[in-house]
């Protein structure tokens, strides 16, 4: 079953379109490794993520595959990836976004084909970076107080 299986903004609803939420394969560290699964839209931090680990490291990995629905332009729409993302679309890099709160999309119209097109987000956080925005989420792998335990990835 997809988490979320939802159209994420009525107000712009697209006829043909695809959710990307569900089984992703998951790395961490710098080099791009892909040793377990996670459910997206859920954190690395989360239960219902599959992987539960409060300090999965700075950057993290997710790869997988996906047919585009029919259509002109096929545009690639992220809620949101904490803190800096990198996006490649088989093998070829066509995003790069600073922001984990704030969405972002691409056009990879020109990039991607109607089937098995590869998708690889690097999400990198650095948990010590105290010049990055958190909110209530604690800047260690253990939170105090009023503070939430800290989260990343898409």
Not at 86 to 112: C, K, L, M, Q, Y
Request: hydrophobic share 35%; charged share 25%; proline share 8%.
């Amino acid at each position: 079953m997809v988490p979320r299986p939802e159209y994420p903004r009525p107000t712009l609803r697209r006829k043909h379109w695809v959710n990307l939420n569900g089984e992703w394969d998951f790395g961490a560290g710098v080099n791009r490794r892909f040793d377990r699964r996670i459910t997206v839209p859920f954190c690395p931090q989360s239960e219902l993520s599959g992987i539960a680990d409060k300090n999965p490291g700075d950057v993290v990995w997710y790869r997988r595959r996906f047919d585009a629905p029919d259509g002109e332009r096929l545009l690639l729409h992220f809620g949101a990836v904490d803190y800096w993302a990198t996006v490649w679309i088989n093998g070829e890099e066509v995003a790069r976004h600073e922001g984990g709160h704030t969405p972002f999309s691409i056009d990879v119209s020109s990039i991607a084909g109607r089937a098995n097109n590869e998708l690889i987000v690097r999400a990198e956080d650095p948990l010590a970076d105290k010049t990055i925005p958190r909110g209530k989420q604690h800047w260690t792998t253990q939170p105090e107080r009023i503070f939430y335990t800290a989260t990343t990835g898409i």
